[in-house]
C-alpha cells in the first residue's frame, strides 16, 4: 500500500509545465540528432535551430555528405 500511494504521488506531483525563457541570441545553430544501434547502422538528421514560438517543422541542412 505504501509503495501505491509514492507511485502516486510520483505521478502527479510533477504537473508544472516548463516555460523556458524568450531567447533573442542567435537561433541558427546546428542541430544534430541521430541514433546508432548496436549493429553498427545510424541514422543522423541534421537541421537549424528555430523559434519556440515557430510551429512549422526545422529546416533541414543541405549540402551535408556521408564520409565512411
Same mark, same amino acid.
Given at each position: 500500500?505504501? +509503495?501505491?500511494?509514492?507511485? &502516486?504521488?510520483?505521478? #502527479? =506531483?510533477? &504537473?508544472? /509545465? *516548463? !516555460? /523556458? /525563457? !524568450?531567447?533573442?541570441g542567435n537561433l541558427n545553430a546546428l #542541430? #544534430?540528432? =541521430? *541514433?546508432?544501434?548496436?549493429? =553498427?547502422?545510424?541514422? #543522423? +538528421? &541534421? @537541421?537549424? @535551430?528555430?523559434?519556440l514560438d515557430d510551429k512549422g517543422t526545422s529546416p533541414k541542412e543541405g =549540402? !551535408? !555528405?556521408?564520409? *565512411?
Amino acid at each position: 500500500m505504501r +509503495k501505491l500511494i509514492i507511485l &502516486l504521488f510520483l505521478c #502527479v =506531483g510533477c &504537473l508544472d /509545465p *516548463y !516555460a /523556458p /525563457p !524568450a531567447s533573442s541570441g542567435n537561433l541558427n545553430a546546428l #542541430v #544534430v540528432d =541521430g *541514433y546508432i544501434d548496436a549493429d =553498427g547502422s545510424a541514422r #543522423v +538528421k &541534421l @537541421s537549424r @535551430s528555430t523559434s519556440l514560438d515557430d510551429k512549422g517543422t526545422s529546416p533541414k541542412e543541405g =549540402g !551535408a !555528405a556521408r564520409n *565512411y
